[in-house]
């Protein structure tokens, strides 16, 4: 006697599934797409720029928008659009390189402050020495202290943004170093570093991936209000702040100078909360369910 088999279901078809997922992050999706454009803006800058972004021209001082100049000229005659394109490269980087430098420090010294209990009063003492200070302020304070430029700034936005990844990994190796599957590899005799990095490592990943976004989008700003202010990217470097604090003087007469690059950095900071959001809402088993 043969049995009847079921057929099996027909697989979705992959147009279907992305639907399903577009529908259902749809923030993940529109962030994206907006860091993507950004993105490849900053690395076409050399063929979207229609002249040189240094290049001066005292006759085309402040000139409004128009086909010649598309976001007009600023104060010395220096084409507005070109400076902007070329300032996407400086805040996309620097965003990037803080939210991954960040995420690794702060990944290593959590883990360690969670799992070795001699070691968490030390280095949590320091975090919240470091978290007592102002990120702006401690910024500034290491701008002052070291010589100007991107590497700098890079190292004076990290250096506030740490304390926050610790606080956090730590919190979570906590309760996941009280897991039956954890005490289970202790007694098996496991050795730590393949305890942190085979069974605690891989459940920080959701939460690190959502932290590491607003990371990028807090260090955009960051660099901004420090090239405002001065202390930041070099002047003769194009960056989105630069050309805002070289514009604010002119804010009556020429409120291109300012509104353009304002523009580009507040669409940046929002794409990259868009993915955050979206990262947190297909990450969280919770969420999804309710989905």
Same mark, same amino acid.
């Given at each position: ?13 992959? /147009? ?21 454009? #950004? $993105?490849?803006?900053? &690395?076409? $800058? +050399? ?10 021209? +005292?006759? %085309? ?8 100049? !598309? ?9 507005? /659009? ?17 939210? *991954?430098? $960040?995420?690794?420090?702060? *990944? ?6 969670? =799992? ?13 020495? &470091? ?5 702006? &302020?401690? %910024? ?15 190292? %004076? ?16 190796? #906590? ?5 039956? =599957?954890?005490?289970? %590899? ?27 976004? !607003?990371? $990028?989008?807090?260090?955009? &700003? ?37 509104? =353009? ?23 969280? +088993? ?6």
């Amino acid at each position: 006697m043969t049995t009847a088999t079921l057929p099996l279901p027909a697989p979705r078809p992959r /147009y279907r599934r992305v639907l399903k997922s577009l529908r259902r992050h749809p923030m993940l999706y529109v962030g994206g797409a907006i860091l993507l454009a #950004l $993105a490849t803006i900053a &690395l076409a $800058a +050399p063929w979207l720029a229609t002249v040189d972004p240094q290049d001066i021209n +005292p006759m %085309a001082r402040m000139k409004p928008p128009s086909s010649e100049h !598309f976001f007009g000229t600023d104060a010395l005659g220096r084409d507005v /659009y070109s400076r902007t394109v070329w300032g996407a490269r400086i805040s996309l980087v620097v965003g990037i390189v803080v939210a *991954v430098v $960040a995420t690794v420090g702060g *990944v290593a010294l959590g883990m360690a402050a969670g =799992y070795f209990r001699r070691l968490d009063a030390v280095i949590m003492r320091i975090m919240d020495g &470091l978290m007592a200070i102002p990120g702006v &302020l401690l %910024a500034i304070a290491l701008m002052a202290t070291l010589k100007g430029g991107l590497g700098t700034v890079i190292i %004076a936005i990290v250096i506030p943004e740490v304390p926050r990844v610790v606080r956090l990994v730590r919190a979570l190796v #906590l309760t996941i170093r009280e897991q039956p =599957y954890i005490e289970a %590899a202790v007694s098996s005799g496991t050795r730590v570093p393949a305890i942190l990095l085979r069974h605690i490592l891989p459940n920080l990943f959701a939460p690190l991936m959502v932290q590491a976004t !607003f990371i $990028a989008a807090s260090a955009i &700003l960051t660099e901004a209000v420090l090239s405002f202010l001065g202390v930041g990217i070099p002047p003769q470097t194009p960056s989105w702040g630069n050309i805002m604090a070289e514009g604010r003087n002119f804010v009556a007469v020429a409120f291109h100078i300012i509104l =353009y690059p304002g523009l580009f950095l507040g669409v940046a900071v929002l794409a990259v909360n868009l993915v955050g959001d979206g990262l947190r809402d297909m990450l969280d +088993p919770r969420l999804a369910k309710k989905l």
